[in-house]
């Protein structure tokens, strides 16, 4: 285990419209706020995006399994915000619905908003950590820096 500790710092409420990408639209609002650590609580619908859903099999490093999905999915979801080589990493997580078909995982690329996303993004500040890739798992994981 490795951690960090710190204190919640602004907390902003940001309504994110039908249309918009929702990781663009966080990253840009994360970058303009100058946001280096924190958390993000969403709840809302998608259009349609792309999801890790877990790997294809179970070794390392992962071969991430990738699902699309389009046609309104309801969202809730977290992620986590912790700086990056170039600005602020966001890593979110998230179940969708639709029907009777629920997904969780982690949103990718394009994932389009369906009227409405609300996101509570907290900040964490006194955090020192970083992004640091990991040789065992062939990803870059956040640690404390040493």
Known sequence: MQYSEGRIGRIFYVRIDD????????????????IGSGVIHLLGALSGGMMVTG???????PEPHFERFSGGWELFGYATITPGTHSSHIHLHGSAGRGKQAMTGCI??????????????MEITG????RQF???TGLTLPSPRQ
């Open 55 to 61: 790997p294809e099999k179970e070794v390392l490093p």
């Open 127 to 130: 955090l020192d950590m970083t």
């Open 19 to 34: 249309g918009e990408d929702i990781l663009s639209t966080i990253r840009d609002f994360v970058q303009e706020k100058n």
């Open 108 to 121: 990718r690329e394009n994932a389009k908003v369906y009227i409405i996303v609300e996101a509570v993004i």
């Open 134 to 136: 990991d040789q065992h």
